[in-house]
């Protein structure tokens, strides 16, 4: 679906939604990943607001609706954060401004997120600003510049309502709800100029939101027509679809396709929507399709969000993306990656801290028709890792962030900040492992924040890199507060804490057995049933007068190897006024062999609750669903297949304490 085709849909979406949606307008969007300070700040109110982050950039209506509960908890906060807001209730306004200068040596590596400023960069500026014509009428205009590149990010036209708001020009794009690494958008490479619709309103009881959009990528010389090479602009085309049914815990779906550029043309509308509805068919591991036949590059994610209101209030989340499909299902993800953080936005009143984790099977931003893979000027569009490998590698691996901010008792901000990235090594390219150190300070003053930033570390090739940053930004210092009696409105309902909200420690007994297919040549295996200790970490809440919602993790041992799960829903359903409760679950699983395996679980349950004080006796049945490895080590069975997958069933024993 090329551009024209989407801005006429578009059209009618937003005309559909006319006559229910007048009373509310456009809504500005909030920086992304250039004002880290405040961005920071907001990300903890919508926390302690109730409020699930899943895409980005954040819109200021959704900011504004998470103040009155974040203010009962946060009074000094909520005023920091609401003063912010009053930029965006002008007519005309600019609402960011920064200008850095940087020491820098050693290697050029892109800095992660920052829309494709390398490492050397001496300088970077940035600003944006609005002019709303009207209630359903606003004109963003904004740039990034650095040394070698400069770019019209928050350059866009929005209009429409609050259910349908149509966005042309250069709006980034982050689908996850990881705020450091993103496997489908983020904004590591320069933003591309698109035309999209989304809702920043929510549709329906169910808490609906959704993100449609088409992007014109950079040139590439490499796509693949008709057994010889093309040129042109490949499109890509982003949607993602999410649903909030209970407040405080959001799950969603996302896609990404790339097609058309050079002698594709803008793609066939038919072949897209073919490859879209049933991509096992259409995917580039068919070997049944030319290349003529493979119409798009396909990614895909589910994503989870989970609000924790307990005495420490803290959000789990996770991401379990694909690349392609697998074993020719359409439900099932290819190349897969897990991606997971906690965040605890007020620890001892002053700190919050953040740990995030990704791991990733090979073929990521990769592919054999657009040979330039999922990049745009060079960058990848989604993950960093992406740019800290030999370009084009089809290499799986893992990396970690952990993240300490210091409101400081002297007044300003301090952040500590520790990356790594590993890449695996199958034999051919030795990489090291990549690791960054950030330390940071800022705090207003005189109208502007002022700070400086250290970033020290060394890259997947052993090269070493740092950079001394120090940076002016602007700072509305004449802007007041919100009204009051809206930030203390009778939702404020945040401060009170959820007695239903519960973290639990559980141990008891796995039988298991695994089915394993391992090449498309050997016979395939049923093992038998093996007794295991089973372990488990996790928490919920209650979210309806006999249904509770929560995240867990889960700690098993199948056949010698660990066998860990990630819950994207974990529900359980407490049945009348008995002790019984049934639970049900679906996540991501990942099986330790010689290269990680992956694949989706889920099971059925009973509970005892309060069998004993506190204690819960609990019996569920599992499956892990075609659980698939990457045979890539130097040693592994090569076949035309590259894949072994691994069933594995059985059910668990086990007794939980709740706190």
């Known amino acids: 679906m090329t551009m024209k085709r989407l801005v006429p849909i578009a059209a009618s979406v937003l005309f559909a939604y006319q006559a229910t949606a007048v009373a509310t307008g456009v809504t500005p969007y909030l920086p992304l990943n250039l004002e880290p300070e405040i961005e920071a700040q907001i990300e903890r109110v919508l926390i302690l607001g109730g409020k699930p982050v899943l895409r980005r950039p954040i819109a200021a209506a959704t900011v504004l ?62 600003f944006a600003g609005y002019v709303q014509l009207n209630d359903y009428l606003i004109i963003n205009l904004g ?8 770019s019209f990010t928050g350059t866009y036209l929005s209009a429409g309502f609050s259910k349908a708001q149509l ?47 088409e992007a014109r990528m950079s040139r590439s010389d490499r796509i693949v027509s008709q057994n010889s090479y093309t040129s042109g602009n490949p499109r890509l085309g982003g949607l993602q679809l999410t649903m909030e049914p209970v407040s405080g815990w959001s799950f969603g779906v996302n896609r990404l396709a790339q097609f058309g550029g050079g002698a594709r043309g803008g793609g066939s509308i038919t072949d897209l929507l073919r490859a879209l509805v ?40 996770a991401e379990y993306a694909g690349e392609d499909t697998s074993h020719g299902r359409n439900y ?33 931003y990769t592919h054999p028709i657009w040979q330039d893979g999922m990049t745009n000027d060079g960058l990848v569009v989604s993950n960093w890792f992406g740019d800290e490998r030999l370009f084009n590698d089809p290499v799986g691996g893992r990396s970690a962030m952990a993240q300490l901010i210091w409101d400081a008792s002297f007044g300003g901000q301090v952040q500590l900040r520790y990356r790594m990235l590993e890449n695996q090594v199958y034999g051919q390219i030795p990489y090291q492992r990549f690791h960054q150190i950030t330390v940071g300070y800022s705090r207003p003053w005189r109208g502007m924040v002022v700070g400086a930033q250290l970033d020290s570390g060394s890259d997947v090739f052993g090269r070493s890199f740092g950079r001394l940053a120090g940076f002016v930004r602007y700072n509305d210092a004449t ?29 008891g007994a796995s039988e298991f057995r695994v089915r394993t297919d391992l090449t498309e040549n050997t016979p395939i295996v049923t093992g038998s049933f093996a007794t295991e200790p089973h372990l488990a970490l996790g928490a919920r809440r209650g979210v309806s007068e006999h249904s509770d ?48 395996a992956y694949g989706f679980y889920y099971g059925l349950g009973l509970q005892w609750r309060d069998l004993f004080p506190h204690v819960d006796l609990g019996l569920e049945a599992r499956y892990y669903d075609n659980v698939a490895r990457d045979r890539l080590l130097p040693n592994d069975i090569r076949t035309n297949r590259p894949d072994s997958f691994y069933d594995i069933s059985g059910g668990v024993l086990s007794l939980s304490y709740h706190f």
Not at 178 to 188: G, N
Not at 567 to 572: E, F, G, M, S, T
């Open 65 to 126: 609706d998470a103040l009155p509960k974040a203010c009962a908890i946060d009074h000094e906060l909520c005023d920091r954060v609401a003063k912010y807001l009053r930029r965006y209730t002008h007519d005309t306004a600019l609402t960011h401004a920064s200008v850095e200068a940087a020491a820098t040596h050693g290697a050029d590596d892109p800095l992660p997120n920052r829309y494709g400023e390398g490492n050397r960069s001496a300088w970077d500026v940035s």
């Open 167 to 213: 966005d042309i020009g250069y709006k980034p794009h982050w689908f996850s709800p990881m705020t450091d690494s993103s496997m489908l958008m983020s904004t590591e490479a320069p933003t591309m100029p698109s035309v999209g619709i989304s809702n920043s309103e929510p549709l329906t009881r169910l808490g609906l939101t959704y993100d449609i959009f």
């Open 278 to 317: 049933n991509p096992s068919r259409y995917s580039n591991l068919n070997p049944g399709l030319s290349a003529d036949q493979k119409a798009t590059n396909q990614e895909a994610s589910l994503i989870s969000s989970f609000l924790f209101p307990g005495r420490v209030p803290f959000a789990v989340y």
């Open 332 to 364: 099932l993800l290819g190349n897969s990656a897990l991606s997971w953080g906690i965040h605890f936005p007020r620890l001892a009143s002053r700190f919050d801290l953040t740990l995030e984790a990704t791991e990733w099977q090979n073929s990521w």
């Open 479 to 507: 802007s007041q507060r919100l009204n009051s009696a809206l930030l203390n409105s009778e939702d404020s309902v945040g401060g009170v804490e959820d007695a239903s909200a519960q973290i639990f420690v559980e141990a």
């Open 549 to 596: 919602l929560g995240a867990r993790l889960d700690f098993d041992r199948v056949d010698g190897h660990s066998l860990i799960g990630a819950r994207l829903i974990d529900y359980r359903y407490r049945i009348g006024h008995s002790p019984l409760a049934a639970t049900g679950f679906l996540g991501a699983a990942r099986y330790s062999l010689g290269t990680p």
């Open 143 to 150: 740039g990034v510049g650095y040394d070698g590149r400069e």
